[in-house]
């Protein structure tokens, strides 16, 4: 049998690496963004929804990674106030980090697919309005969330005194209202962006019947562009079933199974989500994924001409 202290050292591996790397992928689409921004003096509406949400991401990794240390290493750092602090920035910048990335499934949408219907082409014509109001309208569903998450929490840690049937009563009542309100602000962009993946997905069929039809063959360039944006938003999807699924888990586990394990092993796995889905976003934009193959052989160029005294192209 494994020991519990060698399980926690394991997964405390497996979150720094997922903290690292999931930084560095963020990180460095922000400095991209930032640099392409400051040398053409003009940024894109997708470039500004993908900068923002590798900032949220980036808050969103380190509230994380308190969390794990304050819950696993030092039980004496998580103060209660220390505690609703780090649980309340989970919940924002989770909120702008799943929005953000569902506005860029809608971006895409509204840009990329093609349909006759007046009402499509007027919010492709008000496509950058129609994200900010979906913005917008979100923080309706933050405002919940921390609301509810913050009394989760301040029932969690008081000790009430008085009738101990109704405290019970309350606090699972607080408990069934975080699942519900957690399920809805997840379920919701969850759905947009199926249906964003669904209408790319239709779009690019009545492309190619039309390609068929003319004769002309299917891989043309608004194929390709309409699978590069339906590649990032099934990832995106997959990447949010996973954490949606952790997360739900773990706020069971936390008022019921209370298992240490289980907690551990779900917290990487909700991890995994906000590291990894970055670096499938470098990859499905043609800047980053320049930038990014430039950055990593610009060392084997330098140990290149070093050796031989050339350069490399």
Same mark, same amino acid.
């Given at each position: 049998m494994i020991s519990l202290s060698l399980l926690k050292n394991i997964f405390s591996i497996l979150v720094i690496a997922e903290?690292?790397?999931?930084?560095? =992928?963020? %990180?460095f689409i922000a400095l991209v963004n930032c640099a392409d921004w400051v040398k053409s003096q003009k940024i894109s509406c997708a470039d500004r929804i993908l900068t923002a949400l590798v900032l949220s991401r980036i808050c969103l990794l380190w509230s994380v990674v308190i969390n794990w240390y304050g819950t696993v290493f030092?039980?004496?750092?998580?103060?209660?106030?220390?505690?609703?602090i780090v649980h309340v =920035?989970? %919940?924002?910048?989770n909120h702008f980090s799943l929005w953000f990335a569902t506005s860029l499934s809608i971006l895409y949408l509204l840009k990329i697919a093609n349909f006759s219907s007046l009402f499509f082409l007027h919010l492709k014509w008000k496509a950058k309005r129609v994200v900010l109001m979906i913005l917008l309208g979100s923080l309706v569903f933050l405002v919940c969330h921390v609301g509810v998450e913050n009394l989760r929490l301040q029932m969690g840690m008081n000790k009430y005194e008085g009738n101990f049937t109704w405290v019970t009563n309350l606090r699972g009542i607080v408990f069934f209202s975080n699942i519900t309100v957690f399920t809805i602000v997840h379920v919701i962009p969850f759905?947009?962006?199926?249906?964003?993946?669904?209408l790319l997905l239709f779009s690019i069929w009545k492309h190619l019947k039309k390609m068929q039809l003319s004769g002309k063959g299917s891989q043309d360039a608004s194929t390709k562009v309409?699978?590069?944006?339906?590649?990032?938003?099934i990832s995106f999807l997959l990447l949010f079933i996973i954490f949606f699924l952790a997360q739900i888990t773990s706020l069971w586990n936390s008022n019921t199974?209370?298992?240490?394990l289980v907690a551990m092993v779900f917290h990487v796995l909700g991890l995994l989500y906000s590291s990894s889905h970055s670096f499938i976003l470098i990859w499905g934009n043609k800047k980053l994924r320049q930038a990014i193959l430039s950055l990593l052989f610009q060392p084997r160029c330098w140990l290149k001409g070093s050796?031989?005294?050339t350069m490399c192209f």
């Open positions: 903290f690292v790397l999931g930084n560095f =992928a963020n %990180v030092n039980k004496a750092f998580y103060s209660s106030e220390v505690k609703i =920035a989970w %919940v924002v910048s759905t947009v962006s199926l249906t964003a993946l669904l309409h699978i590069r944006a339906m590649q990032t938003v199974w209370k298992n240490y050796k031989w005294g």
